[in-house]
């Protein structure tokens, strides 16, 4: 189940900006150094990704995370969890257990480095299938540098938690993926029958979340049958609304992974399509820039987005701090190999997750920051 932070929608939401030549150079002459010193004002960071080289040697990763279990209570006719065609499988690894050790090495290195929000997620999985995950969601907030903690859940499980615990865990962020609106529509694409105890578990999460003063970020990350209409007229969707707002409540709309070919548009809910396989990759995948992604195990793999053997690095457990974990040499060679010989991982040639690195600087580019500009000016002479 992959985790689509606020941050990561915005990426992908400004797939096609266009980013001006001099922010793609890999130089460092007056006119890439004065537009890093407006911008890293603008921001009021020092470090703020500017050109397509901040975005290289940037020393650490823009967030942390870690798998917890590759075991799931739903069969998602979208998704390629425990799918096989032929030798074509989303995961080839055993159903395993997250290794302790892992897990705290990386909040230490993570907390040494700095810290920030910490994800906790499965890749193909539920985060509950572990009777442990809320302990986990303790555990990394004991770090005083690890500020928060992210998890994405299909909320099947939540009544035997109960919300009140979820909560007060220290747990921060959560992503609800499901169906709503109707049984049937449920059970074709989360491939179980759960849906009455999911709205319950949904709906009495919100409430408590509410009762409670909202202590964590709730987004309801949606799988709906189009057309939309019935279900955005719904009373059940006006009561979301007032729970949560408009703005935390997604739909996802024809961005749908194919999993190397074990989906196919049938397997989607009703009126989609799958996403399309970008032609040209002459620039490294963002995912390779973003996040330090560690396995059960402790290998470091190059993204977050799906299980991929091609994608698998050293082992965070070689690391004594974060930055060596970062830029390990496997890693390292996979991002120039695809940079300067374009020499492109066979995972990565099929996947339509593809984005180009340089969104990673979108919100770097003359027009963004004179929209920016513009804004903050309005709000002050308004
Ligand atoms: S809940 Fe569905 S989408 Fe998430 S991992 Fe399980 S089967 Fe896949
Ligand atoms: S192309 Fe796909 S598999 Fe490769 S790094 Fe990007 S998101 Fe991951």
Wanted: with cysteine; aromatic share 10%; proline share 5%.
């Amino acid at each position: 189940m992959e985790d689509l932070s606020n941050e990561e929608i915005n990426y992908r939401s400004s797939h096609l900006q266009f980013i001006p030549k001099f922010m793609l150079s890999k130089k460092d002459y007056l006119p890439q150094k004065l537009w890093k010193s407006i911008v890293r004002l603008l921001y009021k960071n020092p470090n703020h990704p500017v050109t397509i080289s901040d975005i290289f040697s940037k020393p650490l990763p823009i967030n942390v995370g870690a798998e917890i279990n590759n075991v799931c209570n739903a069969k998602c006719s979208f998704c390629g969890y425990d799918k096989q065609v032929n030798d074509i499988t989303a995961d080839p690894r055993k159903k395993t257990k997250l290794n302790r050790n892992v897990f705290s090495h990386t909040l230490q290195l993570y907390n040494d480095a700095g810290g920030g929000n910490f994800f906790l997620s499965p890749i193909l999985g539920e985060i509950s299938s572990d009777p442990k995950w809320l302990d986990l969601i303790k555990e990394a907030r004991l770090y005083p540098n690890i500020s928060g903690v992210s998890c994405f859940s299909n909320a099947i499980l939540f009544d035997r938690f109960g919300s009140e615990n979820i909560l007060k865990s220290g747990l921060t962020n959560l992503a609800i993926s499901t169906s709503l609106g109707s049984s049937e529509q449920y059970k074709r694409l989360y491939g179980v029958d759960k849906y009455d105890k999911v709205l319950n578990n949904i709906l009495d999460i919100l409430e408590t979340n509410v009762k409670l003063g909202n202590p964590v970020s709730i987004h309801l990350m949606l799988r709906q049958d189009k057309p939309y209409d019935p279900f955005l007229n719904s009373s059940l969707y006006k009561k979301l609304v007032k729970l949560i707002g408009k703005n935390k409540i997604s739909i996802l709309d024809d961005e749908w992974d194919d999993y190397n070919g074990l989906i196919s548009e049938n397997n989607l809910p009703k009126g989609h399509k799958l996403l399309i396989n970008e032609t040209s990759k002459e620039i490294p995948c963002y995912a390779l820039f973003r996040k330090l992604v560690v396995l059960m195990d402790g290998t470091i793999q190059g993204c977050a987005c799906r299980v991929e053997p091609d994608l698998w690095t050293d082992n965070i457990l070689n690391h004594k701090d974060l930055s060596s974990a970062w830029k390990n040499s496997k890693l390292e060679k996979i991002r120039n190999d695809w940079s300067e010989k374009k020499l492109i991982p066979n995972s990565c040639k099929t996947c339509t997750h593809y984005i180009p690195a340089t969104n990673l600087i979108s919100n770097s580019t003359p027009k963004y920051i004179y929209k920016k500009i513009k804004s903050k000016l309005k709000n002050i002479y308004t």
